[in-house]
């Protein structure tokens, strides 16, 4: 059989079976397209989510502590010393000694306290290493009651990298050794505080409901204040009468919370957030230092 | 070049390349489905295919990955598993149905190197390197193509080589 007719039979076959078939509309094979594209998004979102919670779990594990656990509680009785320090409050250097028994639902007050500061915490400085802080920081205020730590995303934000957090009532004090402002890379430091309103639960990385989690209990007990008395629950009013112009408010970018900075030029020196933003609306959680996800 | 481009496109080629296809698989509605999938893809990345210096080169390629896929063939299996009766067959005349018949007792790689180039009507060159092979490998493959499906089709033939499906 030659070339010619071998072609001849192709062309017969084109002309027997093209009147067969029928282009879909274009439409239908546009969206099949799309459908294909979303299904090969969600594959790959999904694989993006499994080994997200692969790889949070294995950090988790590698984590000295995963979550923030309660630790030993302070001793019941506490040495009536007072050290006096060029930066702390009046209100703060003569805190009598307490023999009370401390309870789970009601941590006990540290006897004496610290200073929220633009530049740490009085006692310690942004900065300081870690154990030096820590030393000083339980000099005043005891062991603290929870401990925790965190590689990659911690429950205050993304930090500048892993996270040791320490917590006293209401006050977390956080180290990394991440390069911050303070410190270069590699160094355990001291690199901000928070005042917070609720306990800093581990980050679950299995919720993906539709909402946002519950909150997360609230903290009750030691609630340390600035020199000039800020503070968890101070007055917008308040606020404005201490910091006047260096003060601004603003809605949150995101959800229905207000803002507050406290800025000294271009230096953010505290920042927190607002119950509203009227004059009797009060602080829900004040911080300073270098900030998660700046 | 805008969305007409792409319906332009589809549309003057889109039966030429169901016939290569059906000609390569000798199943219409697995042809009908690998082409319309690859050109679903073609319209999600229109803007890289046309472009490119053969876009029909694109389409039919992918047409045949899509028709020569284990998972499609899986799949194909069961549904036809599934099915409570077999899908009605499209009738189809006896001249194509014995060649296409005799294209199907053929190797896949002569059954391509066949239809492009007597059904795309591509010259032994664009086979080459449509193919990814030299031409010098195309035209004599060619011609033990032809020489095999020639024998199918006089006389039934003897069995060439293992066919791929």
């Not at chain 1, 594959?43 to 979550?67: E, H, K, T, Y």
């Not at chain 1, 917070?196 to 903290?219: E, H, K, M, R």
């Not at chain 2, 020489?147 to 006389?155: F, I, N, P, S, T």
Request: contains cysteine.
């Amino acid at each position: 059989m030659r070339s010619d007719d071998l072609r001849q039979r192709f062309e017969a076959l084109e002309t027997e079976v093209l009147p067969l078939t029928g282009p879909p509309a274009t439409e239908a094979i546009r969206r099949r397209g799309r459908r294909r594209q979303r299904t090969i998004r969600a594959a790959v979102l999904l694989s993006a989510v499994l080994l997200g919670a692969v790889a949070a779990r294995g950090a988790a594990r590698w984590s000295m502590q995963p979550d923030l656990q309660p630790v030993s509680p302070p001793p019941t009785t506490r040495p009536a010393v007072v050290t006096s320090t060029t930066t702390a409050p009046a209100s703060s250097t003569t805190r009598p000694a307490t023999t009370g028994q401390s309870t789970t639902s009601v941590p006990p007050r540290p006897t004496r306290t610290v200073v929220l500061r633009a530049d740490g915490l009085g006692v310690t400085a942004f900065g300081a290493a870690e154990q030096d802080a820590m030393r000083a920081l339980q000099a005043r205020l005891g062991p603290p009651q929870e401990r925790g730590s965190w590689n990659g995303a911690t429950p205050f934000g993304t930090c500048p990298g892993p996270v040791r957090a320490v917590r006293w009532g209401r006050l977390y004090v956080l180290f990394t050794n991440g390069p911050t402002r303070y410190s270069p890379e590699g160094r355990w430091h001291l690199f901000a505080w928070q005042v917070n309103q609720f306990q800093v639960t581990a980050i679950d990385p299995q919720y993906s409901g539709p909402t946002p989690p519950p909150d997360p209990p609230p903290l009750r007990g030691y609630s340390p204040r600035t020199a000039t008395g800020i503070s968890y629950g101070s007055t917008v009013a308040e606020l404005r009468a201490v910091y006047s112009r260096r003060l601004q408010l603003g809605r949150a970018e995101s959800g229905p919370t207000y803002q507050f900075t406290v800025r000294r030029g271009a230096t953010t020196e505290l920042f927190g957030s607002l119950t509203g933003g009227t004059s009797g609306a009060t602080v829900t959680w004040l911080a300073a230092g270098a900030v998660c996800g700046e | 070049m805008g969305d007409l481009d792409f319906d332009e496109f589809y549309a003057s080629n889109y039966g030429r390349f169901v016939v290569q296809l059906y000609a390569v698989t000798g199943s219409l509605p697995d042809a009908e489905d690998a082409v319309q999938e690859a050109f679903a893809r073609a319209s999600v990345h229109w803007g890289r295919v046309r472009a490119y210096e053969m876009p029909e080169a694109w389409v039919r390629r992918v047409a045949l990955n899509v028709a020569f896929t284990g998972l499609r063939r899986a799949r194909r299996v069961l549904e036809v598993l599934t099915r409570a009766e077999p899908p009605p067959a499209a009738p189809l005349p006896g001249a194509s149905v014995e060649l296409v018949e005799a294209l199907g007792r053929l190797p896949l790689h002569f059954r391509q190197v066949l239809v492009l180039y007597y059904l795309a009507d591509l010259p032994v060159e664009r086979v080459a390197g449509e193919l990814g092979i030299a031409v010098g490998t195309a035209k004599s493959r060619l011609a033990r193509a032809r020489d095999a499906l020639a024998r199918q089709l006089v006389d039934g033939g003897e069995e060439v080589g293992s066919a791929q499906r």
